[in-house]
């Protein structure tokens, strides 16, 4: 059984696995990020891109005083999830930028 305090991971790892099938499916349907490779070759940084926000905001959720509701989950995981892209597509395009990347 799982402790009260491990719910919020839960919470935000469903979040996580929720958004790395649905960037699976716009990965295999050709919807990409321009840095992420397509096909099977993109699936490590998708896992990657979606696993990170979930791992923080479950964190920041455990370690609360107050328990977290779902909404404030939810939206603390769109958040970080926006912005940890916006950080990947930012260092990508500066290493291909300076000839980091091929």
Not at 5 to 25: D, H, N, Q, R, W
Not at 30 to 57: D, M, R, T
Request: glycine share 8%; aromatic share 8%; with cysteine.
């Amino acid at each position: 059984m799982t402790s009260q305090t491990e719910i919020p991971y839960v919470k935000a790892l469903a979040c996580s696995v929720v958004t790395f099938a649905i960037g699976v499916g716009a990965l295999f349907m050709g919807y990409v990020l321009p840095s992420i490779q397509a096909g099977k070759a993109g699936i490590p940084e998708l896992l990657a891109l979606a696993l990170v926000p979930g791992l923080v905001v479950g964190l920041f959720a455990k370690r609360s005083a107050k328990p977290w509701p779902l909404w404030l989950i939810i939206s603390a995981f769109l958040v970080l999830l926006i912005a940890v892209t916006i950080a990947h597509e930012a260092l990508v395009s500066w290493r291909m930028a300076n000839g980091m990347l091929q």
